[in-house]
């Protein structure tokens, strides 16, 4: 194929620039012109005939995204490009995968139905499957899913001593195994038992064997940060050190950065699928291995 040609939409953060360095793909020239009345108007000064094109987009809070994404998409193939190719490192609306109420939406379906329509492929990371076990369930166009725990092992192996992967509870043993596995280093996991709505006990009999090591949670997504902060709570009565936090896609909604800031937590880390300062495992080589 024609070498293709490259656009990314809403990301500030070095991603794009690595990309392009790592595959030596032409960079597109695109503008998008804001309107006083809230309306957008796409440009596109590179010719696209007959081309391939590869659109990178962070599509974290997609409602106000999606419609220049389907604009800037329609558009090129009015303009002849011969292919459309969606990177898009983290996938929204993978969390609504059933109608958790009468008369709910499975959103995750609806906007799979959406993308499907303007784009030809698309690659994403870690998208969140848990009801869905794989995209083909909810995506008809072929939508390839990459992983980035080996980059997240490589991280913990060089920048942190004595690790120690932490599993929140039971069902995350096989996980925490897997990474503790990658790293070559322990994992604990803790045991929940609920006596209550608010009263839940937290043990893990091996703790007193680990409190000179770096506690570390892996997650694929950090919302409210909830998850963290808790698991980090946990760790703290277990008398273990502040965990280090690390999530594939830092969401970070509301006040959730400074909240994990304020807690029992040493340090947050997160891969560069959203743009955010937490940014520190750069998924650009995994995108270009996987994009060729
Ligand atoms: C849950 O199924 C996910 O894997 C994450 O644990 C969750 O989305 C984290 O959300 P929050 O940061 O809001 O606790």
């Known amino acids: 194929m024609s070498q293709p040609i490259f656009f990314q939409l809403f990301y500030d953060n070095d991603l794009p620039a690595r990309l392009l360095e790592l595959t030596g793909w032409e960079q597109g020239a695109l503008s998008v012109h804001a309107f006083p009345d809230g309306e957008s108007l796409i440009r596109v000064d590179t010719p696209v005939s007959g081309r391939p094109v590869i659109i990178l987009a962070n599509l974290q809070g997609p409602d106000g995204k999606y419609l220049q994404l389907a604009m800037l998409c329609d558009y090129l193939r009015q303009q002849g490009a011969s292919g459309i ?28 139905r959406r993308l499907g329509t303007v784009v030809d492929d698309l690659t994403t990371i870690d998208p ?7 995209l083909s369930e909810v995506y008809r166009i072929p939508a390839t899913t990459l992983h980035a725990d080996p980059l997240i092992a490589q991280w913990i192996r060089n920048n942190l001593e004595k690790p120690l992967i932490i599993g929140p509870d039971s ?14 280093c322990d ?49 703290e009565r277990l008398k273990l050190k502040a965990p280090v936090c690390i999530g594939v896609h830092g969401l970070f909604s509301g006040d959730a950065w400074r909240a994990m800031q304020n807690s029992y937590i040493a340090d947050i880390v997160t891969c560069d699928t959203i743009p955010h300062p937490t940014n520190r495992i750069s998924v650009a080589q995994l995108l270009a291995d996987n994009s060729r």
């Open 128 to 134: 969140h499957l848990h009801r869905i076990h794989d």
């Open 85 to 112: 190719h969606l990177l898009s490192p983290y996938l929204p609306y993978m969390r609504q995968d059933k109608a958790f109420n009468p008369g709910e939406a499975v959103s995750a379906q609806l906007f799979a």
């Open 187 to 235: 994992h604990l996991v803790l045991e929940k038992i609920r006596h209550g709505d608010n009263d839940v006990e937290v043990s893990a009999p091996d703790a007193h064997r680990f409190t000179d090591h770096t506690p570390v949670m892996v997650d694929d997504i950090i919302s409210t940060g909830h998850t963290m902060i808790e698991t980090a709570q946990h760790l």
């Open 171 to 184: 069902e995350s043993r096989q996980w925490a195994q897997a990474v503790a596995e990658q790293v070559g």
